[in-house]
């Protein structure tokens, strides 16, 4: 294990641009060949391998990576002990968890989980309907899922186990939800002996830190604007501010600067509001991290 280079995952497939997109918003860049495995990066300190989410626990508890980049779901699927370093909400759709459900065809006579005993249930996640179904006391016949699992039900399985974001695959194979087994987000996890280590645990807290600033900035935007003193308290009522807006004076004594951070869908709100209460040069700018 080198102390000048952390073995990163990043994870292939559905996440992997999201993932590499994240980066690049906190100064990372990332680059993929489509014959490599090995993506290279801007940081001289960093290796990165690119690599199923779903193996990426089980690589990183074996210390073949030091880091990765997985789900919650697959953390758990492979049973993997590893150190999570911080959560990372944000997927291949939307910034929303994504829900492991149990599916059946809408005019299945299945209502519950108690219903499917003795039924076959097709998922690419074994263990954690294995699991689901001791919960509920329940036993079925359990079937890896190699892809495609939405079109099995009802010639290939009584009712699967499959991971959705929005639901529209669900819908257009004529699937419902019977119920939700769990929600997952992205992890940046590590190997627990690699954690120990100093420069690594130095510059994957960096890492996380600077992830986490950029997804702590989606939908916030920075607004300035002048503000004569008389007027101060009444703009300072309209504002919603993430904290108290900076008032600062200007070469102006009857006039302040005041600058604040706005969701950026509030703006078009209050913007009308804030000239009417007497603010000026108001000016709404681009935020790219916030980092409390």
Known sequence: MSETVLKLGIPAGSLQEATAELFRKAGYNIRFS?????????????????????????????GILDAGITGYDWIL????????????????????????????PNDSPVQSVNDLAGKRIATEAVGLTRSYLEKHGVTADIEFSWGATEVK?????????????????????????????????????????????SWIQA???????????????????????????DSLEEVLRIIPALQTPTVASLSDPDWVDVTTILDEKVVRT????????????IVEYAINKIID
């Open 34 to 62: 489509s014959r490599s495995y090995y993506p290279t990066i801007d940081d001289d300190e960093i290796e990165c391998l690119l690599i199923r989410a779903q193996e990426m626990a089980r690589y990183v508890e074996q």
């Open 203 to 229: 510059k994957l807290d960096n890492i996380a830190l600077m992830l986490n600033s950029c997804l702590a900035a989606e939908g916030k935007v920075g607004v300035m604007m002048n503000v004569r003193r």
């Open 270 to 281: 209050i913007a009308p509001q804030l000239k009417a209460a007497g603010a000026r040069g």
């Open 153 to 197: 039900p009802p010639r290939l399985a009584d009712a699967i186990v499959e991971v959705t974001e929005t639901g529209s695959s669900l819908r257009a194979n004529n699937l419902r939800i019977v119920d939700e087994i769990l929600q997952s987000t992205t992890r940046l996890i590590a190997n627990k002996q690699s954690y120990e280590n």
């Open 77 to 104: 699927e492979t049973g993997a002990d590893v150190h999570e370093i911080c959560e990372l909400v944000f997927s291949k759709v939307s910034r929303r968890p994504v829900r492991w459900v149990l599916c059946v």
